[in-house]
T-cell receptor, first 114, second 118 residues
Framework: GNSVTQMEGPVTLSEEAFLTINCTYT??????LFWYVQYPGEGLQLLLK?????DKGSNKGFEATYRKETTSFHLEKGSVQVSDSAVYFC?????????????FGKGTTLSVSS | GAVVSQHPSWVICKSGTSVKIECRSL??????MFWYRQFPKQSLMLMAT???????TYEQGVEKDKFLINHASLTLSTLTVTSAHPEDSSFYIC?????WGVGDQPQHFGDGTRLSIL
């Protein structure tokens, strides 16, 4: 079936540290891949996406590359800020009987201290 | 950017009452809206997919009669939790997908509704 596996959190970093959050997926066909961010008490915001193999999504200093050979979509940022503290969800899109839907990983909590 | 408004943001009510949650796309039209449920420190679980003008498609294990979904217009979908009980307490999040082009249009998420049943 279709699934997304993210590294367990929480991830605790100091400001300006390098961030990697691992994400691997299992899917039939060729899904699009997404990273969403959820700040405390809020809904999800799309952070970046990639729609085909070798695509790189980027936004606000975050990057992720769609790696078909390793079925991965790891999220990276070179220098994190306190304001990046949030929960990050990796997701893939799948076809279901209603059209397409998102399958989410369990989320990884990032905590950045100054 | 595309904005999805969810209302109310927090509701507390007695066991046995029904609660309606609204999800509106404010500046775009959405043929498809999604309803998710999120337990503390866990991922979002898709409950149902709602296409405007047709019946919602529920995921396996979600009670249709318990969670009534109506998607009467291109900008509004509602989720009604009927005869709510404490086990229905959760964070409910809706999302809406824009109508344009083909392929994977992005979903835009509301801020969620925290439902607490006493």
């Amino acid at each position: 079936g279709n699934s997304v596996t993210q590294m367990e959190g929480p991830v605790t970093l100091s400001e300006e540290a390098f961030l990697t959050i691992n994400c691997t997926y299992t899917a039939t066909g060729y899904p699009s891949l997404f990273w969403y961010v959820q700040y405390p008490g809020e809904g999800l915001q799309l952070l970046l996406k990639a729609t085909k193999a070798d695509d790189k999504g980027s936004n606000k200093g975050f990057e992720a590359t769609y790696r078909k050979e390793t079925t991965s979509f790891h999220l990276e940022k070179g220098s994190v800020q306190v304001s990046d503290s949030a929960v990050y969800f990796c997701a893939l899109s799948v076809r279901n009987q209603a059209g397409t839907a998102l399958i989410f990983g369990k989320g990884t909590t990032l905590s950045v201290s100054s | 950017g595309a904005v999805v408004s969810q209302h109310p943001s927090w509701v507390i009510c007695k066991s046995g009452t029904s609660v309606k949650i609204e999800c509106r796309s404010l500046d775009f039209q959405a043929t498809t809206m999604f309803w998710y449920r999120q337990f503390p420190k866990q991922s979002l679980m898709l409950m149902a997919t709602s296409n405007e003008g047709s019946k919602a498609t529920y995921e396996q294990g979600v009670e249709k009669d318990k969670f009534l979904i109506n998607h009467a217009s291109l900008t509004l979908s509602t989720l009604t939790v009927t005869s709510a009980h404490p086990e229905d307490s959760s964070f409910y999040i809706c999302s809406a997908r824009e109508v344009w082009g083909v392929g994977d249009q992005p979903q835009h998420f509301g801020d969620g509704t925290r439902l607490s049943i006493l």
